[in-house]
């Protein structure tokens, strides 16, 4: 894994969250209402999520036999302009190995990936040295996902950068879009992607037809 050829990220401003990439990878129009609008609303799913990372939350440094474990480490790289926190990181042998902790089943959707391989970039900047894989550890289940941080995954991560870097940078909220991705979102009352659905937009405009026949005689 190597931060070379990042020519159209030098000197990059403003910082981003890495959090904001897997929420952009996610759902760009969550990402936006979020770091554009600031608006946050909490389901069971989140407070769930908040209630389990409480054991990696407190900053801690846990020294074994084979490896330093290190909690909530704050990450930062200034060559791609990412600040943030690693839930988990194990020092093994002096190589870092990012650990994302995780609530539910195993994600259908890329954002846990780039949000881990984000980390594993801070680090390598960091520590200058190659971190070639991390983990997701689900907080349900007690298993871990091994995750290889492939060409692949580092330019995919690379370009979520870009796109927040321009969401931000150009302030404007994407329009909503109803999708698998919706089912279970804390801010879906406030997004409201069902009026995206040409189905759910002709039962609106059938009823506003309706609303505005009611005391008309003439039909």
């Known amino acids: 894994m190597s931060t070379s050829n990042n020519a159209n990220l030098d000197k990059p401003s403003p910082q981003i969250q890495i959090a904001a990439l897997g929420q952009f990878s996610y759902c760009p129009r969550r990402c936006a ?7 946050m609303v909490h389901n069971e799913h989140t407070v769930g999520g908040t209630v389990l990372h409480q054991s990696v939350d407190i900053p801690t440094s846990d020294k ?12 930062y790289s200034d060559l791609l302009g990412l600040v943030g926190k690693a839930d988990l990181v194990e020092m093994v ?31 390598e900047e960091m520590f200058r040295i190659g971190v070639p894989e991390g983990s997701i550890f689900n907080l349900t289940t007690k298993k871990r996902v091994s995750v290889i941080f492939t060409e692949s995954l580092i330019e995919i991560t690379k370009n979520t950068i870009l796109n927040v870097r321009a969401l931000l940078t150009n302030q404007i909220t994407p329009p909503a879009h109803l999708k698998p991705q919706c089912d279970g979102c804390s801010l879906r009352d406030l997004c409201l992607p069902k009026l995206s659905d040409p189905l759910a937009n002709k039962d609106y405009e059938i009823s506003q037809q309706n609303l505005f026949r009611i005391g008309n005689k003439n039909e």
């Open 33 to 39: 209402l979020m770091y554009l609008e600031n608006l």
């Open 64 to 75: 074994r036999s084979k490896s330093t474990r290190i909690n909530a480490l704050p990450l």
């Open 93 to 123: 042998d002096g190589v870092p190995h990012p650990v994302e902790f995780k609530k539910g089943r195993k994600s259908k959707w890329v954002n846990n990936y780039v949000q881990l391989c984000a980390q594993a970039l801070c680090l």
